[in-house]
């Protein structure tokens, strides 16, 4: 396994926790979390409910961000394997969303203690990915957003038919290879979303987790040391 099946892997986790937690959470964007300053209009004009996550999202996702960015510097600096230990995190956070869910679910009541919990540990944990995918996996197409991938595969599908790209073809078709698989992913996690919260809208939650502990087996011994131990 390598890179290239983790980012799929993270992409599937990324439409699948966003579906579900717009579907369960009264449209709260856990991953694209500047979406959510249109649910918070819809839910202030239509009274939906969640407002309060929604208003709290943003900050919160910046926040886990810079923070993990800093954690990360340090942890290089002492030789620690950044990557695992941010998988690690980002794997016990939605764990305890799935413990949650399963003794405390389902969410009924949209604007509760449970929906606003649920909600801003599973914005912690896509932070956490969007945070270590920009640093040690920055040569992977995007995990969570999809619209600047599905930009750049028309563009490249644009090249490819009107020929003029020369001796970059081979690049921009290994691109376009793995950004459609991203995109693929993307959305069989958000198809799989719809369709696990109709079966369970408390075991839904479930499934991320178990996504992510898939996702170690694509890092390599190598791939778990942080670049400061491989140097030395």
Known sequence: MSRSFLSVLLSFNGGYVDTVGFIALAGL????????????GASIAVGSGGAL???????LFCLVVALTRLASLRMERRKWPVVGILMSLKLTLLIIVAALAGIWGPVVDQGGALALA?????????????AFH????AKMPPTTLMTGTTTQIMLDIADLVDGGIG??????????????ASLLSFAVGCAAAALAFLVSPVWCFALPPLVVALGFLALSEAEKTPPAAKAG
């Not at 920009?134 to 996996?137: E, P």
């Not at 921009?172 to 290879?177: A, K, N, P, Q, Y």
């Open 29 to 40: 964007f856990t991953a694209h979390v500047t979406g959510n300053f249109v649910t918070l």
């Open 53 to 59: 996550a929604k208003v709290l999202a943003l900050p």
């Open 118 to 130: 649920i909600g801003l540990i599973l914005v912690a944990a896509m932070a956490v990915q969007n």
């Open 134 to 137: 920009r640093v040690h996996m």
């Open 167 to 180: 001796s970059n073809r081979a690049a921009v078709i290994e691109r376009l290879r793995r950004m459609s």
